[in-house]
């Protein structure tokens, strides 16, 4: 069991120190998470960006970018995406990061079939929250990536958080399939497709992890609502990973999870050949580090 997202931190010092690119480097939250993440030793990184722009940000935040390799592109954030995705190919780096540069066109760069990271995997989003109101770290996916998955998407978005879960310690972690409700109704799809998931890791083709619903919330998050209701088994109430059953109620969930529960969180984007770090605009530093920290445990 993983209390506090502090603990990815402490994790991440105990391993090698990993070299990370980043994608259009000039943003003034992306330098200040990576001068922390230097400082706690867990990354040594790839500047990808405009390299006046970047030295000037660096010194208003007093980060010494001497020593630090700057690979200089004033053409944009689409062409530092290209680049700093071309350093992780070739491994002169371990993973990437986003900075000053739109989330699809970073995907773009990514997903290039000759020139990006792509795999045979669905590319999802994975989120790690420390909630004052849980009693252990919370996943939830996925929230940015996938509108409205079909049956078979949602099974390899579980399979990425199920990785993401491996790599950060949680060696067989509980997977509620949320919705509205408890009970399969067939007008809901949700509930449907909550149903084929948990017979699917019944038979051994979701593994690695134990799948149940569908949950509503409260049963997935709080013991004794699911006892209130009858539910039992062991992932009521004791999840690890919550799969939103779409991208509208995943993002409304992850959001007020920040900004109205006072948790803390840390997101990775899965199913490309590395972690890539795509923290939100509205996500504080700290979120970056500690991203930072995720990424460079799973990879």
């Known amino acids: 069991m993983i209390r506090d997202l502090t603990e990815l931190l402490r994790k991440a010092k105990s391993r090698p120190v990993r070299k990370m690119a980043v994608a259009a480097a000039e943003d003034e939250h992306v330098l200040k998470a990576l001068q922390e993440a230097m400082r706690e030793g867990i990354i040594i990184p790839l500047l990808v960006g405009d390299k006046e722009k970047i030295e000037r940000i660096a010194r208003s935040i007093g980060f010494n970018p001497d020593g630090v390799e700057l690979i200089d592109n004033r053409e944009g954030g689409a062409v530092s995406a290209q680049i700093a995705v071309a350093q992780v190919r070739s491994g002169r780096a371990d993973f990437l990061m986003k900075g000053f540069v739109s989330t699809g066109d970073l995907l773009k760069a990514v997903l290039d079939k000759e020139s990006g990271l792509r795999t045979d995997r669905l590319l999802s989003h994975v989120a790690f929250f420390e909630s004052p109101y849980y009693h252990k770290v919370l996943c939830v996916t996925d929230v940015a990536m996938n509108i409205a998955p079909d049956l078979d998407a949602k099974r390899q978005i579980i399979g990425n ?137 799973i990879n």
């Open 161 to 297: 958080a199920v990785k993401a879960c491996h790599g950060i310690g949680i060696e067989n972690p509980k997977v509620a399939v949320a919705a509205a409700v408890e009970t399969v109704n067939p007008k809901m799809e949700a509930t449907v497709h909550a149903a084929l998931l948990k017979e699917m890791n019944n038979k051994g083709v979701l593994q690695g992890c134990v799948v149940d619903g569908p949950f509503a919330i409260d049963i997935a998050v709080n013991r004794e609502a699911a006892l209130h209701k009858g539910v039992g088994g062991e992932v009521a109430g004791d999840c690890d990973v919550i799969l939103a059953p779409d991208i509208e109620a995943g993002n409304m969930f992850y959001k007020a999870l920040n900004f109205l529960g006072g948790a803390a969180s840390a997101a990775v984007v899965m199913g490309a050949s590395v972690p890539v770090v795509l923290t939100s605009r509205s996500d504080d530093e700290r979120s970056k580090l500690l991203s930072i920290a995720l990424a460079a445990l």
